[in-house]
């Protein structure tokens, strides 16, 4: 077996669920607003100041990728907060986004999320496994490629997108939800959409199309590999389809921590061919 399988075949599952242990009692030690609001004074490998909160739950990210490079397997990550990190083989990536939703966390709102995802290459194509953990609702969800996808250990068996009486897709979640966006999309959102949800985390909302809660989703921004790289191969393994409207190819964006692309999602090709239309962000 060779480094690369190897490490492609640990126990991330595990790992990912001994992190999210880590999150819960990060986020219980934390509870107040003022709490989670405290700053290290550094800023993140994404950009953003580190709060003290996505500082703890990294480090528990790191303690189990530690041990799995003390047992002998080789890898790098990628982390918002932290950068990009040799564990001694980049040919398998490592994703992680310690709190998706951060500005939820911080704010006491519901949904924020553990976000992890494994792959052996460079794009979003490669990924192989990945891991969302809402802290909200506590629901797990989870996919292994070729293997399908699954929420709190169900496999996921999604019914059919809803449409409106006038054709439109009954309920679509946005991201990156800036006035000035929504505005920008105003008029193909009316075109295609019934109604309109806006979560807060870009991994849980992808996750809300993997199981048909939402009919699609939709950036209205340029994203980052961390916030949905686990969450897109959930929702593609489930039987749902995701694009990078910006790339050449529909899943080439790169895992790295450069906002690249808005990302769309649907259950059907038709649905998402509806969405990418969008205005895109420049």
Known sequence: MDRRSSALEADWLGACR???????????????????????GSTGGGGDRTLCIDQAAEDAVFAELERFHDEGLRFCAVSEERGLVDFGDDAVRVVIDPIDGSTNAKRGLTHHALSIAVADGPTM???????????????????????????????????????????????????????????????????????????????????????????????????????????????????GVVAFTHMKEPLGAPLDLEPRSPVVAARTESALAELSRLPPSS
């Open 18 to 40: 001994r992190a999210g242990d880590g999150l819960r009692t990060v986020m219980r030690e934390n509870p107040t607003t003022s709490d989670r609001l405290r700053e290290t």
């Open 125 to 239: 194509a490669d990924v192989a496994f990945g891991y969302v953990l809402d802290l909200g609702p506590q629901e797990e969800w989870w996919a292994r490629r070729g293997e399908g996808a699954f929420l709190d250990g169900g496999r996921l068996d999604p019914p059919p997108e809803r449409r409106t009486s006038d054709g439109k897709l009954e309920l679509v979640a946005i991201e990156s939800a800036s006035p000035h966006w929504i505005g920008a999309a105003g008029d193909e959102l009316e075109r295609s959409v019934g109604r309109v949800r806006v979560i807060g985390a870009m991994a849980i909302a992808l996750c809300q199309v993997a199981a048909c809660r939402v009919d699609g989703m939709a950036s209205l921004w340029r994203c980052r590999a961390v916030d949905v790289a686990a969450a897109q191969l959930i929702v593609r393994e489930s039987g």
